[in-house]
Nanobody
Framework: QVQLVESGGGLVQPGGSLRLSCAAS????????MGWYRQAPGKQRELVAT???????NYPNSVKGRFTISRDNDKNTVYLQMSSLKPEDTAVYFC???????????WGQGTQVTVSS
C-alpha cells in the first residue's frame, strides 16, 4: 500500500509561482511512475504532468513550458514547479503513483491551488 501526501498549495496571484510536493511511503518509490492531476469545480480530473522512473516527463499543452515535474528518489518525493500561473490553473491538485506493470493507481488527498488577484 502506497501513501501519498501533497503539500505546498495556496493562494497566488496571476503570473506567480508555486511549488507542490508529494511525499510517498509504503512502496519502492523509484519503481513508480509519478504524476500530478488537477480537478477544478464542475470539471473532470485532468492530467498535468508525469515523470517515469527513468526521469522522462510528459505534459499536456495547457501547462507545457510553465510547469515542471521532478522527482527525488532519495527523498521519495515528487515535485511540481508551477510558474506563470493563470486563474484557469485554479484546482485541487492530486499526486498519483502507479508501478510499471500494475493496474493499481494510488492517489493523494489533494492540495488546493487558487490563482486570483
Amino acid at each position: 500500500q502506497v501513501q501519498l501526501v501533497e503539500s505546498g498549495g495556496g493562494l497566488v496571484q496571476p503570473g506567480g509561482s508555486l511549488r507542490l510536493s508529494c511525499a510517498a511511503s509504503g512502496g519502492i518509490f523509484r519503481f513508480y511512475l509519478m504524476g500530478w492531476y488537477r480537478q477544478a469545480p464542475g470539471k473532470q480530473r485532468e492530467l498535468v504532468a508525469t515523470v517515469t522512473s527513468g526521469g522522462s516527463t510528459n505534459y499536456p499543452n495547457s501547462v507545457k513550458g510553465r510547469f515542471t515535474i521532478s522527482r527525488d528518489n532519495d527523498k521519495n518525493t515528487v515535485y511540481l514547479q508551477m510558474s506563470s500561473l493563470k486563474p484557469e490553473d485554479t484546482a485541487v491538485y492530486f499526486c498519483s503513483a502507479i508501478r510499471a506493470g500494475s493496474t493499481e493507481l494510488y492517489w493523494g488527498q489533494g492540495t488546493q491551488v487558487t490563482v486570483s488577484s
